[in-house]
């Protein structure tokens, strides 16, 4: 079988910025393909672990808010305190093509906003206040790939 080797997309990168196009695959716009795809492997603080793909994915419903911080792969070493729904249902297909709608609270309902905003070409940075992303403008202006910092490529491999 002949696999395409994945690597880590970071901030600056315009890919993270383009919306993803409609279809099907096992990788996200943070690894360099333009689809709406995404995974999650998430543990909520009761202990259930939810580990599933989300193909197309349509948040269909919002409620509350809540403010937690958050990090992203792309943009390593820099977290913030982002304002998300505090529930959401969520509409996408799994890794067969098969429907589903998801209820989420929790650490579930933010990786699965974060992720989608990632579809849509919006990052975590993009949600806060001008005056927050200002406070970060030096930091995020040295973040750079790996494969910049030295003459070997990348090795990061995702864990979404």
């Avoid at 409620?63 to 913030?80: D, N």
């Amino acid at each position: 079988m002949n696999r395409k080797r994945l690597f880590l997309r970071y901030y600056g990168d315009p890919v993270l910025r383009k919306k993803a196009e409609a279809g099907v695959g096992l990788a996200a716009p943070q690894v360099g393909i333009s689809s709406r795809v995404f995974v999650v492997d998430v543990t909520d603080g009761g202990g259930v672990r939810t580990k599933r793909a989300f193909v197309n994915p349509v948040i269909v419903e919002r409620a509350g808010t809540v403010v937690g911080e958050e990090g992203c792969l792309s943009i390593p070493g820099i977290r913030a305190d982002v304002k998300r729904a505090a529930r959401i249902v969520v509409e996408a297909a799994d890794e067969d093509g098969t429907p589903f709608r998801l209820e989420a609270e929790g650490l579930l309902s933010r990786a699965v906003q974060h992720e989608t905003d990632h579809l849509d070409g919006v990052l975590f940075v993009d949600r806060l206040s001008a005056i927050k992303r200002k406070l970060l403008e030096g930091r995020l202006k040295r973040v750079r790939p790996p494969a910049e910092r030295s003459a070997e490529p990348s090795r990061t491999t995702p864990s979404l």
